[in-house]
């Protein structure tokens, strides 16, 4: 069994911290490459393998979240929308409590979560004008990369409605801080990300419904850049920012969601194509609630896994405060070998923890069957997820 993830990697914190703003700043400034150029440049470099952190003792307020090991396969978590915080709005000791209570949770070879949010140190914004009202823009220092880090993510993706907000320059410097922290990113055009973990693989593909992202709207593109990451990878993880947000929009139906005026996507259709072109799970965040999971072809679809953090920024009323960690293991061949939700909640003011209620459960089993049917994911009172019926 490869050595914990954590410490597989070298460097510490305070190596990290050393990166200063104005160092990140050189490395976006001396690049005459746009985001989507950086982005390729990720691409044609494979990521040095990654190894599995040790399962925690399941409790019974926690559930047992661990999916079983298997010979050759790939451990994964993935979690909902994660927001550091929006300048001049930052939590105490840049943030390096942010993770706390649930760092022992982000376990894996893969650990994936939807950054939305920028992190730069450009001031301004050109997105929302002085009048608007409804409308946001986040971002945090550059150096807040090394708290994703230190948490236990290994990718981040960048395929949503917040990168952008400090435009160009901010999706340069987020790149820029993400790669210095020793962490990927995915989700720009044309972008497959790669990582590999042992003798596997495995590609991550990101999606939203914007031009600074891979198109979730352009569906046969989509299938495309898919069928095309599966003809080398062994296994293929499709991310998608997807649907309208908010507690009224906690089901999905079928057919193109409009949100703000904007289209959101399809994501039932566009989750289907990219499965039936080779992706092995679609793992979903944006709609800042938890949404169904379905089984289709034998893999698994999670349209929305919530909110996980969102410090000062994010509503944590109701079920817009209820998010979790899903954790699923894949063999070699995408085969489904097991897989967890860990109900989590933003605890006051945005910052996440282990649900002792684990409402995320019997939430997500609820609309599961009522959405999806029997294709609808089975969710044990300890958070087991499946096996596959559809």
Request: glycine share 12%; net charge negative; aromatic share 6%.
């Amino acid at each position: 069994m490869p050595p914990p993830r954590r410490s597989s990697r070298p460097g510490s914190a305070l190596l990290l911290r050393l990166l200063s703003t104005a160092t990140l700043w050189l490395v976006a400034a001396c690049s005459a490459d746009s985001p989507v150029d950086q982005a390729a440049a990720q691409e044609s470099t494979p990521s040095a393998s990654a190894g599995t952190e040790a399962t925690p003792e399941p409790t019974p307020s926690t559930t047992s979240s661990a999916p079983p090991e298997s010979e050759a396969g790939v451990a994964i978590s993935a979690v909902g929308d994660v927001i550091m915080g929006a300048t001049p709005e930052l939590p105490p000791d840049d943030g390096r409590h942010l993770f706390d209570a649930v760092a022992d949770r982000l376990f894996g070879d893969i650990v994936l979560g939807n950054l939305d949010q920028a992190l730069t140190d450009v001031a301004t914004s050109d997105k929302c004008g002085g009048d608007s009202s409804g409308c946001f823009a986040f971002r945090a220092p550059p150096w807040y990369a090394m708290v994703l880090d230190e948490a236990g993510f290994t990718v981040m993706n960048l395929a949503n409605n917040h990168t952008h907000d400090f435009g160009d320059q901010g999706v340069l410097d987020t790149q820029a801080a993400l790669s210095a922290a020793g962490l990927q990113y995915t989700g720009m055009p044309g972008q497959i990300t790669w990582q590999d973990v042992g003798s596997l693989r495995v590609a991550i593909v990101g999606f939203a419904p914007y031009g600074w992202s891979q198109s979730l709207l352009d569906i046969p593109a989509a299938v495309q850049l898919v069928a095309s990451a599966d003809e080398e990878a062994d296994l293929v993880l499709v991310t998608i920012h997807a649907g309208a947000e908010g507690v009224d929009y906690t089901h999905v139906r079928p057919g193109s969601e409009i949100f703000l005026g904007e289209n959101r996507g399809d994501a039932v259709a566009f989750s289907h194509a990219v499965i039936d072109a080779g992706a092995d799970a679609v793992l979903g965040a944006g709609p800042h609630v938890l949404r169904g999971m379905e089984w289709y072809r034998g893999r698994l679809i999670a349209y929305s896994m919530g909110n996980f953090l969102g410090y000062e920024t994010l509503s944590n009323a109701g079920p817009a405060g209820i998010g979790g960690i899903v954790s699923l293991r894949l063999t070699s061949d995408g085969t489904w070998d097991g897989g967890s939700l860990v109900g989590t909640v933003m605890a006051d003011p945005g910052v996440p923890q282990i649900d002792p209620a684990q409402q995320a459960l019997a939430m997500v089993r609820v609309l599961s069957s009522a959405d999806f049917g029997p294709c609808g994911v089975g969710i044990s009172p300890t958070g087991t997820l499946g096996p596959p019926t559809c």
